[in-house]
């Protein structure tokens, strides 16, 4: 906060909420910190974002999830401590800085009239509706029959871009990304 890269953007009581002063310094801060708390290098980190980036933006999917799990996977298991953190929102929270690094509108539990959508990234082209479930808690399966039964994308049907549902499986011991499904329109 003293040093500028954080500024209050809400008072609650005796407490503040702190947020990023603007866009650069958030996408600055967080190209900074992604590297450590993925303990990668930063050419590989760069690289890894990138193929991210790239194959996001062509709805390269297969592509695009294998560097989404290349720098997941590299996620310190030290950073994962099981009796403090439910893995899912643990995940949740790499997978929206990542692609937030990218340079993607991204929304965490987006709220719509069936509930809150985990994670919604918006490209040039395409806006990606991503619901995220443990293995053990119904997995990639699951995460497809919420998006349909909740009629998640449906919010996003008047815009031009086109409307991508997918369901990705994480692994409740920590690993990363499991595989990953598409939601087939019926």
């Known amino acids: ?15 503040y909420r702190l947020g990023f002063p603007n866009r650069e310094v958030k996408k600055a801060l967080l190209e900074l910190v992604v590297p450590n708390m993925l303990n990668a290098n930063k050419e ?27 720098l997941i996977a590299s996620t310190p298991y030290s950073t994962q401590k099981k009796e403090q953190f439910v893995f899912e929102e643990h995940f949740r929270f ?29 490209t040039p082209d395409i806006i990606y509706i991503i619901e995220l479930k443990l293995r053990n808690n119904g997995g990639k399966e699951a995460a497809i029959k919420q998006i349909q039964d ?16 997918l369901g990705i499986e994480l692994d409740e011991e920590g690993k990363g990304v499991l595989d990953w499904e598409m939601v087939n329109e019926e």
Do not use: W
Not at 1 to 15: N, R
Not at 53 to 66: A, D, I, P, S, Y
Not at 109 to 119: F, S
């Open 44 to 70: 590989e980190t760069e690289n890894a974002i990138q193929g991210l980036k790239q194959h996001f933006m062509l709805g390269n999917l297969e592509e695009g999830v294998t560097c989404l799990k290349q």
């Open 1 to 15: 906060y003293q040093s500028g890269y954080l500024t209050i953007k809400g008072v609650m009581g005796e407490s």
């Open 150 to 165: 909740r009629q998640y994308l449906e919010p996003f049907k008047a815009d031009k871009r086109e409307v991508v549902g």
């Open 94 to 122: 790499i997978i929206k800085n990542l692609f937030y690094i990218c340079g993607f509108n991204v929304e965490e539990e987006k709220q719509v009239a069936g509930g809150r959508i985990d994670l919604t990234i918006e």
